[in-house]
């Protein structure tokens, strides 16, 4: 099973958000996709906040209410478990007092810490699921593309 956490740039095109939807249909297929995959999709709530955050900035305001009305049903669904992502969870306090550690470098190779937030995301769930494919999905070219572990032999346990 593929552990997938959805990127800012795949949730704005499934939901179809103005002007950040140019790949909405291959991001639909590449949904149906995992969907019948069974893959394991995480939506970050730094996705979360982001697609927020681009349709509040939405030009047309009866647009930007239709597509806000959209964005909240969905994230509702995702929060009750009806929806095919499941939410993350809050940070830890430590996790993010270490993330702002490691912030000023991403800074100055410019990454947001949205970004980075979701990268350490993909780094914990290598960790959770050693033998599966974790991948991020964007499509986002520079910055998080090439976050895509193949899943590979499951490490033995020792009897012992």
């Given at each position: ?62 647009r930007r209410r239709a597509t806000a009305k959209r964005f909240v049903e969905q994230v ?85």
């Amino acid at each position: 099973m593929t552990i997938c956490i959805v990127d800012t740039s795949a949730f704005c095109n499934v939901l179809d958000i103005p002007g950040k939807n140019q790949d909405r249909d291959k991001a639909r297929a590449e949904l149906r996709s995992l969907i019948d995959e069974n893959a394991g999709l995480l939506l970050p709530l730094a996705a979360v906040y982001e697609t927020g955050r681009h349709i509040s900035q939405l030009g047309d305001g009866r647009r930007r209410r239709a597509t806000a009305k959209r964005f909240v049903e969905q994230v509702s669904l995702a929060l009750s478990g009806e929806a095919p992502w499941a939410p993350t969870p809050l940070p830890a306090p430590l996790d993010l007092a270490a993330w702002l550690v490691e912030f000023p470098n991403a800074a100055t190779r410019g990454q947001s810490l949205a970004d980075l937030s979701i990268i350490k995301l993909w780094q914990q769930q290598c960790d959770l699921h050693r033998g599966r494919r974790v991948m991020i999905w964007t499509y986002d070219s520079e910055d998080l593309s090439g976050y895509d572990r193949p899943a590979g032999p499951r490490p033995r346990r020792s009897i012992l």
